[in-house]
């Protein structure tokens, strides 16, 4: 190899290694780190700019929309932009699968939403008979509506889906009744966890369904807490998330007592985190 071939290859590879999110020294860290503002809800309810402008001071620089609190899409877009943030996903209710789905996936693109993610399944409907069959197909067809938007259609789990009806869990009827291509996870790191499964083992049997984790901890006692305060390992995960196809990670937590002190001290173990 000569020394033009050389420095050739290596820029490929330091370009390659920047996209993938890798530092100098060989290790990989997050080069984006996201937060779900239904961390911040109640502050966004009184000062929802406000609240934009004091999470992208933290150092977020990607934000996952629940709700917009009569804002409209348009107005939400240029707060955004102001404050240097992107919203690559938002979670909209159930029940918009049917009835303004045009509308939500219309409002998306404004926003500049690349994914939409259902975040709950009511627990009447996961309880009636057939109940998680219903919900695969009407996944599929929000999918398939969503992707001739070139929006991806996602899922977030908590724990009822991996507890077992009929001798299955929930969660592997949804992958298995849904289009891969169609229906993308979001995976709850601590719901997931919480629930007794290994992320590692969903990664390994549906490669690249994860384009999107919920990054939160748990304590010893099950109780959540702030990102590199409780006992998941989060460098074991994250080391498989080419595999997982994680594209955004989300730090959320559902009940913090200082909602930004919260979000901040996730970003800073994060910021630091090397795996």
């Known amino acids: 190899m000569n020394r033009r071939t050389f420095l050739g290859t290596m820029t490929a590879a330091t370009v390659l290694s920047s996209r993938l999110g ?21 502050l966004m309810k009184n000062d929802f700019e406000g609240t934009l402008a004091k999470v992208a001071e933290i150092g977020y620089q990607e934000v996952e929309f629940a709700g917009l609190f009569d804002h409209t899409p348009k107005e939400v877009r240029t707060m955004l932009d102001r404050h240097g943030l992107t919203a690559p996903a938002s979670h909209v209710p159930y029940k918009l699968l049917d009835t303004e789905w045009p509308k939500t996936l219309e409002d998306a693109h404004v926003i500049g939403q690349n994914f939409i993610v259902c975040p709950f399944i009511d627990e ?12 695969g197909e009407t996944f599929n067809r929000a999918g398939e509506a969503s992707k001739r938007a070139s929006i991806q259609f996602g899922y977030h789990n908590h724990n009822f889906e991996f507890k077992p009806e009929n001798g299955k869990l929930p969660y592997d009827i949804l992958l298995a009744d849904t289009d891969p291509n169609l229906v993308k996870m979001e995976m709850d790191l601590f719901w997931i966890t919480k629930g007794g499964q290994d992320p590692l083992k969903y990664f390994d049997r549906y490669p690249g369904r994860f384009p999107l984790v919920h990054v939160k901890d748990m304590k010893k006692d099950g109780e959540m807490t702030e990102v590199g305060s409780g006992s998941i390992d989060f460098k074991r995960i994250f080391a498989q998330s080419e595999k997982a196809g994680i594209q955004h990670y989300f730090v959320e937590h559902d009940q913090p007592k200082a909602p930004l002190d919260s979000s901040k001290t996730s970003f800073e173990y994060l910021e630091r985190l090397r795996f």
Do not use: F, N
């Open 22 to 42: 890798w530092s100098v020294s060989g290790e990989r860290k997050l080069d984006k780190i996201g937060l779900e503002l239904y961390t911040v809800r109640d």
């Open 124 to 135: 009447k409907l996961r309880s009636e008979p057939g109940g998680w069959k219903r919900v």
